[in-house]
């Protein structure tokens, strides 16, 4: 009796285990979640610290002979398991911010009726990136393995049979040109500025690393030691005076394609360009504001620079045209010295330019000095350790560079609208009418030399916006036409040269984070192997023991 009784109680128990072992459903899904090794560290630290969870939570040997079978590759269900929490990352990193946005920076609300889930964008976005990783490493690997096959002795018929077929397949770059269709899955994404982004992004990211290795190969300026070296004062600064040409031109002309808060910056430190309302003026009354004073430029190049007309010297005479009344009470009391009517707009109360430009430095640089000081005083916290070993190296650092950015915005700003008052005073009144703002954008980028070693990041992001707003200016003007899924194409295209710039040389990307989502994405873990063959080569200089 007492026998039945322990086998009676023991026999649902037994059934569970036995069930829990051989299904299918519970063994795969435990496969697709969570590996053995990462579930025995979350047993170490976090289940065995709990009674309740250690008490109903398997232990790690079961889950791995549970989850781990051997012989079984286990490359396919570490794609899904990381593609799952990518999904889940980004799907709570995007909810975490709508909400941040709209609660705590005042932005749009959802209002009405909530969109079905499949048509929610941040759901979208989620699960076109997680796809693109899926794929890109199940391609990577189909490739890898296609061209190991293709090049075995069984396959000599194949290839004799089809000689380009084989030649592709088999090429060296085929498992990196293959694996880049992933990111054809970016469709997955609505079709808005974002994805967009992302295109002129990863193109921008891709150009940067195939000039780094075309570089590194002496294929532009030749490797070093021979006769045609780089010159010293060749760097990515040279970008930044043409981006700031387009973007201050199409600032002028063409706002709706350059990005608002850019704008915004701008205008914030032009207070002397862009006359502020008096405080003693009527309220009644209208005043211009910033952005009028930017249209009223925009207007006088179309009118090929009218002259101008002193109210005080001649009070009954037109001394605007009627598409330029708005900034009447500017010009009206402006100094009767001043002849040229951009000049009596942006700086009515004193007739000579450079003292204006000079005012100019002399109230914007301190409040610039302030803002970058907050920037780069929470940039440098995580560098404490360097600030403990060396105070006074560290300060000397950090202020060089506050200093450096406050006199690259300052002068950038300055000579931009400085430059609007020089071409008035040099060049004809119908020669490059509305050209001379991009060259003024061009003498204002000329200063991107004082932070040349630093702002390698702000130049390139000066870049990826000057190139989305000369797209939209182009097909706003009709210089040419989009084609559909054109963003997805340049993204897919992007990102097979950042792999084959990746499989030829990983040190010509020279951010750690990128070849460590290369390497993941290849299903090679996120690894940065650059990183580890350099500090390989300092611990044994000579190459002894160096794994291969």
């Not at 899955?185 to 992302?198: E, G």
Request: hydrophobic residues 40%; charged residues 20%; aromatic residues 12%.
């Amino acid at each position: 009796m007492a026998s039945k009784a322990d086998e009676g109680s023991k026999g649902p128990r037994e059934r569970i285990s036995a069930k829990s072992t051989a299904d299918p459903i519970l063994r795969n899904a435990l496969r697709y979640t969570i590996s053995a090794k990462e579930y025995e560290t979350l047993h170490k630290y976090i289940i065995s610290r709990s009674k309740v969870l250690k008490r109903n939570a398997p232990s790690p040997a079961r889950v791995e002979k549970l989850v781990e079978r051997p012989g079984r590759d286990d490359y396919n269900a570490a794609a899904v398991r990381d593609s799952l929490r990518v999904f889940l990352a980004t799907a709570t990193g995007l909810k975490a911010w709508a909400v941040i946005r709209e609660n705590l920076l005042g932005g749009e609300k959802m209002r009405g009726k909530r969109l079905p889930f499949w048509r929610n964008a941040n759901l979208r976005l989620s699960l076109s990136l997680s796809t693109i990783l899926l794929l890109h490493r199940i391609l990577f690997r189909f490739f890898t393995r296609l061209r190991a096959h293709l090049l075995t002795p069984e396959a000599r018929p194949f290839r004799q049979r089809n000689k380009r077929t084989s030649k592709t397949l088999t090429s060296s770059l085929a498992p990196a040109v293959g694996a880049s269709l992933a990111g054809f899955m970016l469709v997955v994404y609505p079709k808005d500025q974002l994805r967009v982004t992302i295109s002129i992004y990863a193109l921008s990211r891709a150009a940067e690393f195939a000039y780094n290795l075309a570089e590194d190969e002496g294929w532009i300026w030749g490797k070093e030691g021979s006769g045609w070296e780089r010159p010293w004062w060749w760097g990515s600064w040279l970008i930044f005076p043409f981006t700031s040409g387009q973007l201050l031109h199409s600032f002028v002309f063409d706002r709706d394609t350059f990005p608002k808060a850019y704008g915004d910056f701008i205008l914030k430190y032009s207070s002397q360009y862009t006359q502020p309302r008096p405080e003693d003026y009527p309220s009644s009354l209208p005043w211009p504001g910033q952005y009028e004073v930017v249209d009223s430029l925009a207007e006088m190049a179309r009118l090929n620079y009218p002259p101008f007309t002193s109210p005080i010297l001649f009070p009954n005479s037109t001394t605007l045209p009627a598409t330029l009344s708005a900034i009447s009470p500017i010009t009206s009391p402006a100094h009767p010295l001043i002849t040229s009517l951009t000049c009596a707009t942006l700086h009515p109360s004193d007739p000579s330019c450079l003292r204006t430009y000079l005012t100019h430095w002399i109230r914007v640089f301190p409040p610039l000095t302030r803002f970058f000081t907050a920037i780069f005083l929470v940039l440098y916290i995580p560098s404490y350790k360097a600030f403990y070993r060396a105070p006074i190296t560290t300060l000397n650092r950090l202020a060089s560079t506050i200093l450096r950015y406050s006199t690259f915005m300052a002068g950038s700003v300055g000579t931009a609208w400085g430059a609007i008052c020089l071409f008035q005073q040099l060049l004809p009144k119908n020669f490059l009418a509305t050209q001379r703002f991009f060259l003024g954008g061009m003498l204002g980028g000329v200063w991107g030399y004082v932070v040349r070693k630093q702002a390698r990041g702000e130049f390139l992001y000066s870049l990826r916006t000057s190139m989305d707003s000369l797209w939209k200016v182009g097909r706003k003007r009709g210089w040419w036409r989009g084609i559909r899924g054109g963003d997805v194409w340049l993204f897919v295209v992007s990102l097979m040269v950042v792999n084959l710039v990746y499989e030829r040389d990983g040190r010509a990307l020279r951010s750690g984070v990128i070849r460590r989502g290369i390497s993941g994405m290849r299903g090679e873990g996120w690894r940065d192997f650059v990183e580890e063959e350099e500090k390989r080569l300092k611990e044994d200089p000579k190459g002894k023991g160096r794994v291969l």
